[in-house]
């Protein structure tokens, strides 16, 4: 199996919105390269023809009327948790900028 | 020293003490608060205590029992819960740098249903950064100690509810397993630890980190206690889809039924239970332990699982693809473990906080996750991984066909040693630290139930691990009932 490359792990740490330093990225890829050569382990077991599964306990979905029930929680309680927050509203980082 | 506690029954003794007026819920609450605060000065087990509410549940219960009211099931009896699960109205850090300041909204239902029982809730036991490691040592809070030897790892992730109830802190206490956190833990530290059924505990108020292998489960010094305590949290509820709406019952067993039930129940010991790295002290204590219940009656039966040989790499693929995304909602709008107004508002800000954040093996995790979902990966990892989950649910559904049990250790060691897989100073392969959940994860890739009772005679404490089919507790808390009494009593 191919080894993981340090584009790739810089790929990686943006997908998963993580900053890290090149000491990091560094650390972080020999690790994942060593994670990954004993997922080969996987390659051991015959697969063909099986079918993945997606759901273990075999529910199947139910319906119930679509009626109002109290919530968990007041939503003031839930608004009290947001770091930042002007009101009844939590403040998200902005994503657009007009320099 | 005892490398091997269980077999104390707690809960009825503190019930009846209560009801019958020998002792006050507040002098048992104040008490356990009073030794348990003491105590995690060596330990460091706990996060948080939850006095207020102990205090004011005791004081409930005391004007119950004053009045001649009914009490519930747990009515004075001191109980911890991992920090990953919510208790209202006081922190829930699952072990982390980014829920440093977070304070929950609502109770968790398994919460929920000890407070209705009139159970007293002593506080937030310390646990590996959202339950990712075997060790505990990982909490952005410190490492929880060990009891029976302070430069010892109890196990992890929930070490500290581990620790907790080997040391008298609390009763009993609630844990979250995902591969192995409450089994290895009760292994190491001599506890009686049962994961149950996937679907037989609700989730609902329990921090996520990946949701289709994790599952409330209990930590107790007796198979009795445990039982009584999986009527209370496999109660009914809307708040989680995958709750099967099973509620377990206990039925209430004499010694003589308890040794008949073990005289006819089938126990399968798979090969591959007993390989490469099993420290051979256990295996033969394990041994040790099937020889003497075969004497006693039960059937032992060869067995071969296969899909153990790779259990740990579909593990490996499946537990990280479910983090990165549900480890993706700390996204600093509505978490954050940084002062609010020391925040500027830009999207980098959001990387640089989840790097803060976060600690080393739950960033690591979230790469692995993200790197096996991604576009030209997805097919050789994710897919390949869900594949080999059906061959690991057949291998098991075959197995019980012809057995009732299966058994095998726990962990491949004892405890080790604080800083021995994890140490800032040296490099450490994570693998390692992943192999001690080596017996344990194939459990939660089947949704089977199982438990770690402890194995009597040995140095250090180890356990010996029952598996049993989906929703097969009872069958699984009576072959438990018969290991006490013929091998720790």
């Keep these: ?54 759901h273990i306990s075999g529910l199947t979905n139910e319906g119930r009327a679509d009626e109002g029930k109290a919530t968990l929680a007041p939503s003031e309680k839930m608004i009290d948790v947001f770091p930042k927050k002007k009101g009844r509203y939590a403040c998200v980082p902005r994503i657009l900028h007009h320099d | 020293m005892r490398a091997c506690l269980a077999f104390f029954i707690m809960i009825k003794e503190f019930r009846q003490n209560v009801v019958g007026g020998k002792a006050s819920a507040r002098e048992i609450a104040s008490q356990y608060l009073k030794n348990a605060k003491e105590l995690n000065k060596e330990y460091n087990s706990f996060v948080s205590f939850c006095d207020a509410l102990a205090l004011e549940s005791a004081a409930r219960i005391d004007k119950k029992v004053s009045e001649k009211k009914p009490l519930g099931k747990l009515a004075g009896v001191p109980i911890a819960i991992k920090d990953n699960m919510l208790v209202k109205d006081f922190s829930a850090t699952a072990g982390s740098k980014m829920l440093e300041h977070y304070v929950a909204s609502f109770d968790a239902d398994a919460v929920k249903f000890l407070r209705d029982e009139d159970a007293l809730i002593i506080g937030k036991t310390n646990m590996d950064e959202f339950a990712m490691g075997s060790s505990s040592e990982t909490s952005h809070f410190g490492p929880v100690k060990n009891n029976v030897g302070k430069n010892l790892v109890p196990g992890g992730s929930s070490g500290g509810s581990a620790v907790a109830v080997a040391s008298g802190q609390v009763i009993a206490a609630l844990g979250s397993d995902t591969g192995g956190s409450i089994r290895q833990p009760a292994s190491f530290t001599g506890t009686v630890g049962l994961k149950p059924t996937y679907g037989r505990v ?44 099973k509620t377990f019952h206990w039925p209430q067993l004499d010694k003589k039924e308890i040794l008949q039930a073990i005289a006819q129940v089938r126990i399968g010991v798979p090969d591959e239970f007993f390989g490469e790295g099993l420290s051979a002290e256990i295996a033969r204590a394990v041994r040790g332990a099937l020889e003497m219940l075969e004497h006693a009656g039960a059937q032992i039966i060869p067995l071969s699982l296969p899909c153990l040989e790779y259990a740990l790499a579909c593990y490996y693929v499946l537990m990280p693809a479910e983090v990165s995304s549900n480890l993706a909602r700390y996204d600093c709008i509505r978490y954050s473990p940084v002062e609010v107004e020391k925040m500027s508002t830009t999207i980098h800000d959001y990387d640089a906080v989840r790097s803060i954040g976060f600690g080393k093996e739950v960033q690591r995790r979230i790469m692995l996750g993200t790197y096996v979902l991604s576009s030209g990966y997805v097919d050789k990892y994710y897919l390949e991984a869900q594949k080999a989950r059906t061959k690991i649910l057949q291998d098991f559904s075959d197995a019980f066909l012809r057995v009732d049990i299966i058994a095998g250790p726990v962990s491949p060691t004892f405890p080790f040693g604080l800083g021995e897989k994890i140490n800032p100073k040296r490099i450490n392969d994570p693998v390692s630290m992943y192999l001690a959940d080596i017996y344990t994860v194939a459990v939660n890739l089947a949704g089977l ?37 013929i091998i720790l009593s």
């Design chain 1, 1 to 54: 199996m191919a080894e993981i490359t340090l584009s790739e792990v810089k790929q990686l740490a943006r997908l998963s919105r993580i900053a890290l330093s090149d000491g990091e990225l560094h650390a972080i890829k020999k690790d994942l390269g060593s994670i990954l050569a004993y997922i080969d382990r996987l390659q051991r077991a015959v697969l063909e023809g099986v079918k993945p599964v997606s």
């Design chain 2, 202 to 245: 609700s989730r609902s108020g329990l921090i996520a980190m990946a949701s289709s292998l994790d599952q409330i489960g209990t930590f107790t010094t007796s198979v009795e206690d445990c039982a009584l305590l999986l009527e209370v949290i496999s109660q009914d509820t809307d708040f989680d889809a995958t709750y099967a709406r």
């Design chain 2, 449 to 485: 139930p199982a438990i770690s009772l402890p194995l009597p005679g040995l140095k250090l404490p180890a356990g010996i691990q029952f598996i049993a089919g989906q929703f097969a507790e009872e069958q699984l808390l009576r072959a438990a009932r018969g290991y006490e009494e």
